[in-house]
């Protein structure tokens, strides 16, 4: 029986192996004892009820992966969590998997409180076996550098050379969605885990906090939970304004932010907006956030638009030719994530089709891509319709040739391109034949001028506009 339940643990460790950087593994998985198998039932016997929490939160899905592989996929699993060690009277916690963990009923009444209490011994670990939750391919050599990032990135290069001993404590990066303040925090913790061996970095997302918070209050291991925060060198938290109007968790991250800040800890901060602009998170946790540095990403420039695909094509071992990137980098401007969106469809058309990735490749990715979400008018669209419209075609709009009858439609399309896209004035110069962005002004006036003038302008005009929503 011993020797059954040991094979079956020994597998379960292989499949987990698989799955789970090696620093976890050897945190989380190393510690725990098979005690036995009951049908498909099988228990192992964990340290702590914060040790039981990381598991379930942090590996449910590996757990699942290595009981289906060794018992099958009734297999279940249950807990035992040690008080003292070796005391067999322990009545194993039962958690059936996978559903979601509810304490309050997975905790049968007849369990001993106190088993919850056994703190979370971090200070017996190496700082060096805790898993950080960093993505290693987040680095700053590969976090390009633009007009849009130079504050934020050099005060987190700072950070990360001297953690805690800079003025930039906390370091708040804000910005909107997809301009990179997970990349660039997880830069720093990364260079910080490279480089100070001794510093224990953690990475953890504010809902990530919120739900461990309401899993230790629901279970009574608030104190664990707190304990094991406060022993972090370098605390990361990503999108802080998930905090909002979350009273409690405010509450006792004030508090650990307090303790780690008086004992000269590194703390860095995201968020979607300015700090100003965080509304219900409580004042006195405002303020401190306003200590430290707080730096805003925006969105990059055209230059760093292509800097950023060309290194991430590289990166994927990918040439596309210099037209080609040049034309996303006009037509996609909204955040960095979308560009990268964009090269990873185009990769994938690429190699479903067999073809090269051209430029007629690229726009019609473009195209599906951009239906698909439906939300954004491209120029591609607007250039058909306003060409079906005065009777002209595609090519003729893009055309250096200065004839009355195709001058006017190609400026109605740079005005509705205006008006209708977020492309720059720059960009949708490139789009018509590679005119510069005062002719599109001057363009834009010219129509201006005939709407307020001519009332068949007018009117031509605002039907054309009707057709994008
Ligand atoms: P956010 O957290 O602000 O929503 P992310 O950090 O997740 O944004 O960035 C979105 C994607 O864009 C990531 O894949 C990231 O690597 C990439 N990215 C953002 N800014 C840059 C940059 N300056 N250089 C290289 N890649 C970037
Ligand atoms: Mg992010």
Redesign the pocket.
Known sequence: MQREVTTVWNRCLQVIREIVPEQSFNTWFEPIVPLRLQGNVLTIQVPSQFFYEWLEDNFIHALRKALDASIGRDGQLEYSIIVDQGNERNRPLAVQMPTTRTPQNARPDNVNPNILKSPFQLKDLDSLALDSYLNPT?AFD?????D??RLARSAGFAVADRPGLTAFNPLMIH??????????V?AIGNYIKNNFADKFVLYVTSEKFTNQFLNAIKSDALRDFTQFYMQVDVLII??VQFLQKKEKTQEIFFHIFNHLHQSGKQIIL?S?RAPRNLDGLEDRLLSRFKWGLSAD?QT?DLE?RIA?MQ??LQAEGVYIDDNVIEYLAHSVNT???E??GVIVSLMAQASLTRREIDLDLAKQTLRNIVVDSGKEVTIDTVQEMVAEFYNVTVADLKAKSRKRELVYPRQVAMYIAKEKTDLSLKSIGYHFGGRDHSTVIHAIQCVNDMIAEKADTKEAITKLMGYFK
């Open positions: 987040y590969n976090y390009i550098e633009g849009c990032n910005g909107g969605v997809g301009l990179g303040k997970t990349h660039l997880q990503d999108d995201t979607d990403l990059p760093t950023i290194k991430k955040n960095v994530r560009l990268e």
